[in-house]
């Protein structure tokens, strides 16, 4: 306990003097949210990488992993190749090119500038406000967990407490403290799960005999039993995709792997850290980092998550799931059990980092989102926007502590977490990435086709995640509530849909939305030409 005291005195000091440095460096309102748009590369990766890699990656994703496998591996993949090569050099450059030409400070800016639209911002601004409570209230949930388990403290105090110190960070040091106090706790993070990967594998007798015993699993004696109901949603094996078209392939596929391997491009809190670099060059340097950060963040919380099925069994005889008695108990559980003492209380340093990196983030994402976005840009208040965006900061954390709080006391899924992230990512892709794409490469895309495409994927995704797919209508209990029942399709004809992940649905419809109203605004303007003509 002593270690861990000291190593918690020592992360605040860091932490609170790289706040200081942040907030005596800020000089402006172009400092405060995009931190003087100097930033080396390589702080610029760590940035990218911690916020992208949050609690709900280790804790959540490597809990689904437990469960489910390492058919999760599809998403470091994805993640590495979609969130960090294609992000970086082909969103990446776009981004920061055209964000510097244009003067934006945000993702919603950047669409109101280049569409000539404040509308755009506002409802973008108001979008992200609203909806990224529910992501960062799931990055809380897993730090809390686990921090409120070791000490064997109350809940609610471990969650204030936390929300103080994201909120301490964030509302004074802006963007430049925020990212050098990233920087530092994705260092902590690569050294503790490096750590971890290495620990776990000994503890099995390597690599190869980890992975076959792991193999040989689901033929154990008993384990037939304990994975039945996963069984019969589709599951085959820990080294095994499950059945294709299955309840659990739709759920892996669609929400998990696709929902945030596509989603990450359009994250507003991501795609801001590109207009930080002065160059190209330097998002160029910075993909073999990132790369190399976000394969050890999740390739080791999916691989860890998986392979915690065989310890627990040689041990207790049960899997994982059953073991820590919740999916998103199981990565705390195995480290707490088997691994070293010393080092569980350093991985408890290491989900703070992960957790305040990504909270500091999502809550100045949400401050700009409300303060400049909306109350300033769109509404045109008087106050000046530093002042505004510190303000929403706080109604942002507010929001996110309350819906913590009752995601703790209400029956919802075990799996909220994954699920809180994988909605959030799901519906950026969907409202965002198309008119995204637009505004980067599309010089003549109209603001009325980019302005359909926006409205059209953020209400088919709204709709899909409260009536419609049953894994995110049971969390969040608003079907339950009109109509009694999990999902509107169930027990009818196309009760399939239920399975399928809102993204599959809202991305496509947003796509189609933005080329209808450019085929009819080009239409427009060719018989207006034609008039003139005549």
């Known amino acids: 306990m002593t270690s861990v005291i000291i190593a918690l005195i020592v992360y605040v000091i860091v932490m609170g003097t790289l706040a200081v440095i942040g907030f005596r460096k800020t000089k402006n309102t172009g400092d405060y949210l995009l931190a003087g748009k100097k930033i080396h590369p390589l702080v610029m990766a760590l940035s990218y990488g911690a916020t992208f890699i949050s609690t709900s ?15 999760l591996l599809w998403l470091t993949a994805l993640n590495i190749i979609v969130g960090v090569f294609i992000a970086f050099v082909v969103f990446g450059k776009r981004t920061r090119k055209i964000g510097h030409e244009l003067g934006a400070n945000t993702m919603p800016e950047l669409f109101a500038l280049r569409f000539n639209s404040r509308f755009m911002q506002g409802y973008a601004g108001i979008l992200i406000f609203l909806f990224m409570p529910v992501y960062a209230s799931a990055v809380l949930k897993g730090i809390i967990d ?13 969650l204030i407490v936390i929300a103080v110190i994201a909120a301490v960070v964030v509302i004074f040091g802006g963007l430049k403290g925020i990212m050098y106090g990233d920087a530092f706790q994705g260092a902590v993070m690569f050294a503790g799960m490096a750590f971890l990967i290495i620990s776990t594998y000994a503890m099995l007798g390597g690599v190869e005999k980890a992975h076959t015993a792991l193999a040989n699993l689901p033929q154990m004696p008993g384990v037939a039993e304990q994975t039945s109901k996963l069984a019969a949603s589709g599951f085959i094996g820990w080294t095994s995709m499950p059945a294709t078209g299955s309840p659990l392939w739709w759920n892996i596929v669609t929400t998990l792997v696709a929902g945030v391997g596509i989603g990450v491009l359009a994250q507003p809190q991501l795609s801001i850290k590109f207009m930080t670099v002065k160059s190209g060059r330097e998002l160029n340097r910075a993909v073999l980092s990132g790369g190399i950060f976000i394969l050890f963040m999740t390739g080791v919380a999916f691989t860890v998550g998986a392979l915690s099925n065989v310890q627990f069994y040689n041990d207790t005889g049960k899997i994982a799931i059953a073991a820590a008695g919740a999916n998103d108990s199981i990565i705390p559980v195995f480290i707490k059990t088997y691994l070293p003492e010393w ?34 840009q769109s509404l045109r208040l008087k106050p000046e926007t530093m002042t505004l965006t510190r303000i929403a900061m706080v109604v942002g954390i507010l929001l996110s502590v309350v819906l913590t709080w009752l995601s703790s006391k209400l029956d919802v899924s075990m799996a909220i977490i994954a699920q809180g992230t994988s909605l959030f990512f799901g519906l950026c892709a969907a409202a965002f990435l198309p008119v995204y794409i637009a505004a980067l490469y599309i010089k003549k895309f109209p603001k009325s086709a ?47 849909l239920s399975m399928v992940d809102a993204i599959v649905i809202a991305l496509p419809l947003s796509i189609i939305a933005g080329l209808i109203g450019w085929a009819i605004a080009a239409g427009k303007a060719k018989a207006q030409k034609q008039e003139a003509a005549a």
């Not at 686990?146 to 471990?158: L, N, P």
């Not at 991985?347 to 500091?360: D, G, K, Q, R």
């Open 57 to 71: 990656a280790i804790i959540g994703f490597g809990g689904a992993a437990g469960q489910f496998g390492l058919g």
């Open 146 to 158: 686990y921090v409120a388990k070791y000490f064997g403290v109350s809940f609610d105090i471990v």
């Open 343 to 376: 080092f569980s209380g350093i991985f408890l340093v290491i989900l703070l980092a992960a957790a305040i990196s990504t909270m500091n983030a999502l809550s100045h994402t949400m401050g700009a989102a409300l303060g400049r976005d909306f109350l300033k």
């Open 450 to 496: 980019a302005i359909t495409s926006m409205i059209t994927g953020s209400a088919a995704s709204i709709i899909w995640f409260f009536f419609i797919q049953e894994k995110t209508a049971a969390s969040l209990q608003i079907c339950k509530l009109l109509f009694n029942t999990t999902s509107v399709v169930k027990g009818t004809p196309l009760a399939t």
